[in-house]
């Protein structure tokens, strides 16, 4: 039996953090870690960002909360700046999660879609939530089994497959939801081409695409959001990880001709939009914004990725900006949960904080305030790690 009073839903934790500044973390012992993951694509600004602190500091002097049947002073100009980052004409629904996020975008589509039209289809491989629907969204059948029977009305394509996902779409479709890159699944960037091989469907038969960039959207893969590398817009979009830097809000948007079907009554949030996570977020957008950090992603993420391609024990960098995975050539018996582990402890050196995307793969999601010296460090104890098998 476990000694903790938590759940048993993750595997006890090997270091306890303490506190942070930038891209450094400190634990419980002293020790210093280089954060190249910043709590799951969260913290893009990374920790203690003075802003941000500041920011929060004032706000739960001044005012933390008064439901949404009020106004509060934030989350119109926080819904602003977003829509302007989606391009315009469009309206927000702020949540305090991505399943949230999602949660909408599911609701949304089915208001949207009407009576007999409200299936959704995602794709094996993603990840869009733990909630009874967003799970089912999840394209991931293992994760269902235990909590069958899940929300009815989810299908899944075969990933980057437009003939499988065409094969979906018949008049119950209300809209399909996918992710630019998938990141939980194992940072698979989705095509150009296929993203607006889709958008080219949904058009075709009255289909929403809500495209799910909780992971992946503010700056983190060289855009904004990272469907506009593609040049598509969709017709929803959620985020949330760094919209508070570690402050919990989520967003879902849509274009103003979907937003206006939901009506008073037919969604809400005690919290969502709250006053503390609006400021926090619109200092969030605003350092974001005055730091360009869609083009620092994209800098920083071909300097990791030269570095790395083609280092001994590397097999390969994927992904976009600075959401990247490095596949890795390992020996038998070794994974990227061990070399994951031995950067955590320090064993090739500073120690750092990655994650086992897959078995055979990191996953590499720094701040994207890094500098090039830390980027250099980031690359010399990957390639230290996994060098000389
Ligand atoms: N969607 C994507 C793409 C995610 O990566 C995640 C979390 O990892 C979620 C949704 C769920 O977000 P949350 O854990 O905030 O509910």
């Known amino acids: 039996m476990s000694a903790s009073t938590l759940m048993n ?3 006890p934790a090997e270091v306890t953090f303490v506190s942070g500044s930038g891209s450094w973390l400190v634990d419980d012992a002293g020790n210093e870690y280089l954060d190249l993951l910043s709590g799951l694509a969260v913290t893009s600004l990374g920790h ?13 002097r001044k005012l933390l909360h008064v439901s949404n049947l009020f106004g509060n002073e934030h989350n119109e100009a926080l819904a602003g700046t977003l829509d302007k980052l989606l391009g315009g004409g469009g309206q927000v629904f702020f949540t305090n999660s991505g399943a949230e996020a999602n949660e909408a975008a599911i609701k949304l589509a089915r208001r949207f879609g009407g009576r007999g039209r409200h299936v959704v289809v995602s794709a094996f491989g993603s990840f869009h939530g733990r909630t009874l629907a967003t799970l089912h969204a999840t394209g991931q059948p ?3 089994e235990a909590f069958q029977p899940l929300p009815e009305g989810f299908r899944h394509a075969n990933w980057h497959d437009t003939a499988d996902l065409e094969r979906l779409l018949d008049d119950s479709v209300a809209a399909v939801l996918l992710e630019p890159v998938q990141g939980e699944g194992g940072v698979n960037p989705a095509s150009g081409e296929y993203l607006r091989e889709v958008r080219r469907l949904c058009d075709e038969r009255g289909i929403l695409f809500i495209l799910d960039e909780v992971q992946t959207g503010l700056g983190r893969c060289g855009a904004w959001f990272a469907h506009q590398r593609a040049g598509i817009r969709p017709d929803v979009v959620t985020s949330a990880k760094a919209l508070g830097n570690g402050v919990p809000i989520g ?3 849509a274009r103003s001709e979907v937003a206006r079907v939901f009506e008073p009554g037919d969604h809400g949030t005690t919290y969502g939009g709250q006053p503390l996570a609006a400021a926090a977020a619109r200092t969030v957008l605003s350092v974001m914004e005055a730091e360009d950090v869609p083009a620092r992603a994209e800098r920083a993420g071909r300097r990791i990725t ?11 960098v994927r992904g976009a900006g600075l959401l990247l995975a490095v596949e890795l050539d390992l ?3 070794r994974s990227a949960v061990d070399v994951a582990g031995e950067l955590l402890a320090g064993t090739h050196g500073t120690r750092a904080v990655v994650n086992a995307v897959t078995p055979t793969a990191l996953r590499l999601a720094p701040s994207l305030l890094i500098t090039d010296e830390e980027l250099d460090t ?12």
Do not use: D, I, N
């Not at 980031?378 to 098998?389: K, Q, T």
């Open 9 to 11: 839903t993750y595997p």
């Open 48 to 60: 203690a960002h003075p802003a941000v602190a500041r920011t929060l500091a004032e706000q739960s």
């Open 142 to 144: 293992a994760k269902h």
């Open 251 to 253: 967003a879902c948007w």
């Open 306 to 316: 030269e570095r790395l391609t083609g280092a001994p024990g590397v097999l390969g």
């Open 331 to 333: 020996p038998e018996g």
């Open 378 to 389: 980031a690359s010399e104890l990957v390639a230290a790690a996994v060098g000389g098998r």
